[in-house]
């Protein structure tokens, strides 16, 4: 992590449809946990800020990669 910020790149995937959703599990449990309704640990998105209720659906943070692409997770904290 550099002002925190982590940098993570994947090498030799194939064209395809993609999605990037990830979870700070603050306490390692291996899982992320909640509260009433919304996660208790950090959660992002790739490319997409989730300001919803309900769960977001692949369709929201899907994209094509055809060449190098550089996609922004901006993790949530309640």
Avoid: Q
């Avoid at 390692?28 to 640990?41: A, L, N």
């Avoid at 369709?59 to 993790?75: M, P």
Wanted: net charge negative; glycine share 8%; charged share 25%.
């Amino acid at each position: 992590m550099v002002n925190g910020t982590v940098t993570y790149e994947y090498t030799d995937l194939p064209e395809d449809v993609y999605g990037i959703a990830l979870f700070d599990d603050e306490n390692s449990s291996g899982k992320i946990d909640y509260g009433w309704f919304m996660p208790t640990e950090g959660f992002g998105f790739g490319d997409y800020w989730h300001t919803k209720w309900s769960t977001p659906h692949f369709d929201n943070f899907k994209f094509t990669l055809k060449s190098n692409k550089t996609i922004t997770v901006k993790v949530k904290y309640l």
